[in-house]
């Protein structure tokens, strides 16, 4: 592949074009007109805007992407995580115009993008299952029989859901009906599938991703695992490799139950394979994901392995470049999503201009944006405004590097996830090691973070004190002849002069 495409936006897209540029490939980017002016259009060698600002009219255009990239002769798509890059059927039209999907093939995708297939296959190769119904629930019966099997506390989730959309948990029998019902409903507008699905509720657990590569000449490792159990809304929002509870046999175990279902949907290129772990480090199969993660960068820390460019060398039809027995993990590596969000007002998203930018610089610091210093925060998109992330050569001295990194991170005109996550980096259940997916709920306040000014009260003090500070200089210099007087200066203002 000389030419590559990168489906994608943002942060993403900027990161796998810094490898192709390493690697000699020439990049083209697809832009809504909302990024006209994002960093990853400027860096491509070539840019189409492919429409407008919504994902829908514009990044969601598998076959206006397809068209592009016939048109500028481009040999591969990167989609990246997001939009497209679960979309067995992108994935299969791609393949059908001749151009390389750098990604698992359609029928990989079909196999382990449907929460419920996903089960079914890792059933044959006898892992660990959360205890619950075999497939769809179809009716509010067989729910009951499912949940009185399990036992109460149960689960409900979308089988073709994510990042907390179609999920339920129900721990009275008199509300199972009409939970199910809302999460039917919830699943079918964001997904389109409102098949729900019914399993026991792990209490405290912990959640474990084992980051995956495979080629097409039978190969398929482990790159170990991630801890992403610090998370708001189900949605992970911290992130480090490796877990501080994983012995290395568990490790083991968990990583050959990876590369078996990995091996069962013949899986080529990145994947991971995501379990619970519960509090008697009994591990549960919850799903796969075909495609890189977000958090893919602390693997890259530990291990030195580069991500994207094994995927695009597994694209090309090459082995892979490593094998299990060279995978050594050195040392510790932290991530952090630095999103435009409340986290006062539960982490709600804020849009607004970044005023200020200053990403932190310094030794085992790394920092994944799309962003620049006076662009707009678009609301039509994720609200991540960069990856910020640390390695040492321990879990404490990556801590303290996380915390002198966040301290170094310069933003204003949004409200960002920074000072929550320092609060994480410096909470006694963090620190230990001893936390779940439930930390926010067990852990955090709005008022435990720092109270100083927003960014916007910020902004505006600075204003009023610039023209204050302009009008006393102007007064200052007026001709020695004019009169001045205290009438109509307020007396906040006589105080300052």
């Not at 590559?4 to 490898?19: D, K, P, Q």
């Not at 382990?112 to 190769?125: E, I, N, P, Q, V």
């Not at 490593?322 to 590596?333: M, R």
């Not at 640390?390 to 310069?410: F, L, P, Q, S, W």
């Amino acid at each position: 592949m000389k030419k590559i495409l990168i489906a994608n936006r943002g942060e993403i897209a900027m990161r796998i074009m810094r490898t192709c540029r390493d690697m000699g490939i020439s990049t083209v980017a697809v832009f809504s007109e909302a990024d006209r002016k994002a960093p990853f259009v400027r860096y491509a060698d070539e840019a189409v805007c492919i429409g407008p600002p919504e994902s829908s009219k514009s990044y969601l255009l598998g076959d206006k992407i397809i068209e592009v990239a016939k048109q500028l002769k481009v040999d591969g798509i990167h989609p990246g995580y997001g939009f497209l890059s679960e979309n067995a059927g992108f994935a299969q039209k791609v393949k059908d115009a001749k151009l390389i999907f750098i990604g698992p093939s359609a029928e990989a995708m079909r196999m382990m993008g449907d929460k419920l297939s996903a089960k079914h296959t890792a059933k044959k190769y006898n892992i660990p299952m959360v205890p619950g119904s075999d497939g769809a629930i179809t009716d509010i019966k067989e729910a009951q029989e499912v949940a009185k099997k399990v036992g109460l506390p149960v689960l409900i989730k979308a089988s073709a859901g994510g990042g907390g959309k179609g999920m339920r948990v129900v721990e009275k029998a008199e509300m199972l009906e009409e939970q199910i019902k809302l999460a039917t409903s919830e699943a079918k507008s964001a997904f389109g599938d409102g098949s729900v699905f019914i399993e026991r509720y792990v209490k405290g657990p912990r959640h474990i991703e084992i980051q995956l590569m495979a080629d097409n000449h039978g190969n398929a490792v482990y790159l170990f695992e991630r801890e992403c159990s610090i998370q708001r809304r189900h949605q992970k929002v911290v992130e480090e490799a490796p877990s501080s509870v994983l012995t290395p046999e568990l490790r083991k175990k968990m990583g050959q139950c990876a590369v078996d279902i990995a091996k069962a949907c013949n899986y080529s290129g990145a994947g991971t394979v995501e379990f619970l772990l519960d509090e008697n480090m009994n591990f549960y199969f919850l799903e796969m994901n075909t495609r890189l993660q977000v958090e893919h960068p602390v693997t890259e820390l530990i291990t030195g392995i580069d991500l994207v460019k094994e995927q695009i060398n597994v694209a090309r039809g090459n082995k892979l470049s490593f094998t299990q027995d060279e995978l050594k993990i050195h040392g510790h590596a932290i991530e952090i999503r630095v999103c435009a969000e409340d986290p006062a007002n539960n982490f709600l998203p804020d849009i607004g201009k970044l005023t200020t930018y200053t990403p932190p610089k310094g030794p085992g610091v790394r920092v994944d944006d799309g962003m620049e210093e006076g662009m707009d925060i678009p609301i039509y998109y994720d609200p991540m405004i960069a990856k910020l992330i640390v390695h040492g050569e321990n879990r404490t001295e990556a801590i303290h590097r996380m915390i002198r990194a966040i301290d170094d991170y310069k933003i204003s005109g949004v409200e960002t996830t920074l000072e929550f996550c320092k609060f994480v980096m410096q909470h006694p259940a963090f620190t230990s090691g001893k936390f779940d997916t439930h930390f926010v709920a067990q852990h955090f306040k709005p008022e435990m973070l720092n109270h100083t000014p927003d960014n916007k009260e910020q902004d505006m003090i600075a204003a009023i004190a610039a023209t204050l500070f302009a009008a006393k200089k102007e007064m200052k210099h007026a001709a020695p002849d004019a009169q001045t007087s205290d009438k109509g200066i307020s007396a906040w203002r006589k105080r300052r002069d």
